[in-house]
């Protein structure tokens, strides 16, 4: 069974960076697809990135591009926060499935990291 666990979340200020970290254990994370989604208070949960485990293409949501990178090694999934704003501010999750990329639907989860963007 895999198990994910995030961590590296925390208070920053604008313009900061951060490195969310998702770590598996239970299994190896070969051939999953990983993504990172968020939820902010009073919105819905959205996908940030993903990574394909087929080929390491990656995928970021419009509002990241260029400030957020995706990355994996090993059993880790790392994602690198630069340029954060407030709009960032949210729990942040990771995600696996053997089946799709970005998809809607991921077989396992974390139990979050909570990202606070504040002055």
């Known amino acids: 069974q895999l198990q994910l666990v995030e961590s590296g979340g925390g208070l920053v200020q604008p313009g900061g960076s951060l490195r969310l970290s998702c770590a598996a254990s239970?299994?190896?994370?070969?051939?999953?697809?990983i993504a990172w989604l968020r939820q902010a208070p009073g919105k819905e949960r959205e996908g940030v990135s993903c990574i394909s485990g087929s080929d390491g293409s990656t995928y970021y949501v419009d509002s990241v591009k260029g400030r957020f990178t995706i990355s994996r090694a090993k059993n880790t999934v790392y994602l690198q926060m630069n340029s954060l704003n407030t709009e960032d501010t949210a729990v942040y999750y990771c995600?696996?499935?053997?089946?799709?990329?970005?998809?809607?639907?991921?077989?396992?989860w974390g139990q979050g990291t909570q990202v606070t963007v504040s002055s």
């Open positions: 995600a696996a499935d053997r089946n799709l990329v970005c998809g809607a639907e991921y077989e396992y």
């Open positions: 239970g299994s190896t994370l070969d051939y999953y697809h």
